[in-house]
């Protein structure tokens, strides 16, 4: 579909008012990122590699066009990255607090096997119930209820354009989880890389489109990074591992919580 087209929902559904598209853009690497360790609230900034996918994912944007605004946490990863795409672009950029990741408590800087030696307890609760939260930290559910107040204001804000929002792992599935009517469970059963792209599209009445899911050909091809979205929407999801190795998240599979 060209840029700027009319969006229609699938199947059967129509358009329904305007659409807001929310395309997410995951920061890039950071060290934490790169030893499987928790990451919250911290201070982390992105590695040499993590800028680089700043990088390649700012020129994926400008190729894409159409960005209206970029939002972005106010953590320094996600800034970093954010303020990449923002000079690719020269679109404006405005910070959101409630795009911020979990915060980890007791367990920032810690491998799983780290915080499961020292919590044993808590860590079994948190694997089991997104309503516990790990000591001195935020639980999934309250992060869903933050993350999901931030959507309601951008779409009330900002309703018919295109947002680029620059988060964490953690929001970003719980906007995935939104638009798909899944429960906060599925949280652990979503694999979402370093400088991944997903995009959503949002209808009238909170309906949710998910266009695209863990998209990273930006980073398996640098070269044709700019052309992914040529002739219209595009870039497929990719499991590529260059640059940046983008599956090497952690602490691995069982809930990619906070990174």
């Keep these: 579909m060209a840029e700027g087209a009319a969006r229609t929902g699938p199947g059967w559904l129509q358009a329904r008012g305007p659409v807001t598209t929310t395309v997410l853009l995951r920061h890039g690497e950071t060290p934490l990122s790169g030893e499987r360790r928790f ?6 900034p992105l590695t ?3 800028l680089e996918q700043a990088a390649a994912a700012a020129a ?8 209206d605004l970029i939002v972005t946490s106010p953590l320094g990863r996600a800034r970093q ?3 990449a795409v923002a000079a690719a672009t020269g679109v404006p950029v405005v910070v959101g607090d409630g795009w911020m990741e979990t915060d980890l408590g007791e367990w920032e800087g810690l ?3 780290e915080a499961e030696r020292a919590w044993p307890g808590q860590m079994a609760a948190w694997l089991n119930d997104t309503a516990a939260a790990p000591p001195g930290g935020e639980s999934f559910a309250a992060t869903s ?3 999901l107040k931030a959507l309601d204001s951008l779409l009330a804000e900002h309703a018919g354009a295109t947002v680029l929002v620059v988060s964490h792992v953690t929001p970003m599935k719980i906007l995935l989880l939104h638009a798909l009517l899944a429960p906060r469970a599925a949280l652990r059963r979503m694999q979402l890389d370093v400088a991944c792209l997903c995009e959503i599209d949002w209808y009238a009445g909170g309906l949710g489109i998910v266009r695209t899911m863990n998209d990273t050909a930006h980073l398996s091809r640098p070269e044709t990074a700019g052309r992914a979205y040529a002739g219209g929407r595009g870039g497929r999801a990719s499991r590529a591992a260059a640059p940046g190795k983008p599956g090497e998240e952690g602490p691995g599979s069982t809930g990619q919580g906070g990174r």
């Design 60 to 67: 994926r944007l400008a190729a894409r066009g159409g960005i």
């Design 39 to 44: 990451a919250g609230r911290g201070g982390i």
């Design 81 to 83: 990255t954010a303020s």
């Design 111 to 113: 491998s799983q096997a």
């Design 145 to 147: 209820d933050r993350v």
């Design 48 to 50: 040499a590699t993590g």
